[in-house]
T-cell receptor
Framework: GEDVEQSLFLSVREGDSSVINCTYTDSSSTYLYWYKQEPGAGLQLLTYIFSNMDMKQDQRLTVLLNKKDKHLSLRIADTQTGDSAIYFCALWGGGYQKVTFGTGTKLQVIP | DGGITQSPKYLFRKEGQNVTLSCEQNLNHDAMYWYRQDPGQGLRLIYYSQIVNDFQKGDIAEGYSVSREKKESFPLTVTSAQKNPTAFYLC?????????????FGNGTRLTVT
């Protein structure tokens, strides 16, 4: 099946930018999503990008897609303590016709 | 406000007992899903349903059962056959199962089996 990899942990200082990375194996994925999970809660959809786009910006969030390298990233500008959470990338479609989630990256924001 | 309600938030059971987790949505979504989350492993799909009275196994269906008698409800039963049932369970729904229909999640049920 599809493999979706993320680094497990990222620590940044408040006010800095955070970049969370995701690599995947199925190049035919059509929609790529970013979700945020706060402790003890479900996943909240943050943003998504369609596979024919290279970049999408939504306020403090910037999503970059490099299809050649099968690499997706989420940049959070001016990171705040409220951004501390686990971030999941998720890919829809391609040969598997289902959503595959990455392992999640825990973002710690240091005041 | 529309959303997905999972209950209870915490559930404790003895080994060998079946337990049913509730999931209700008022988003008028056709598709519903159950995921299991374990630390460091992301989310794994247990079962999904695209329409009432129909459901399919996901990647880790063994030891679980579901029903979809109403559009709004998709309960998950964790049976005594599930070898390692302690986990965080997430229910989700989407308008359809099309690629541009993102998943919406409930707040999860944490099941502990001793």
């Amino acid at each position: 099946g599809e493999d979706v990899e993320q680094s497990l942990f990222l620590s940044v200082r408040e006010g800095d930018s955070s970049v969370i990375n995701c690599t995947y194996t199925d190049s035919s994925s059509t929609y790529l999503y970013w979700y945020k999970q706060e402790p003890g809660a479900g996943l909240q959809l943050l943003t998504y990008i369609f596979s024919n786009m290279d970049m999408k910006q939504d306020q403090r969030l910037t999503v970059l897609l490099n299809k050649k390298d099968k690499h997706l990233s989420l940049r959070i500008a001016d990171t705040q303590t409220g951004d501390s959470a686990i971030y999941f990338c998720a890919l829809w479609g391609g040969g598997y016709q289902k959503v595959t989630f990455g392992t999640g990256t825990k973002l710690q924001v240091i005041p | 406000d529309g959303g997905i309600t999972q209950s209870p938030k915490y559930l404790f059971r003895k080994e060998g007992q079946n337990v049913t987790l509730s999931c209700e949505q008022n988003l008028n979504h056709d598709a519903m899903y159950w995921y299991r989350q374990d630390p460091g492993q992301g989310l794994r799909l247990i079962y999904y349903s695209q329409i009432v009275n129909d459901f399919q196994k996901g990647d880790i269906a063994e030891g679980y059962s579901v029903s979809r008698e109403k559009k709004e409800s998709f309960p998950l039963t964790v049976t005594s056959a599930q070898k390692n049932p302690t986990a965080f369970y997430l229910c989700a729904s989407s308008k359809t199962r099309a690629t541009n229909s993102p998943l919406h999640f409930g707040n999860g049920t944490r099941l502990t089996v001793t």
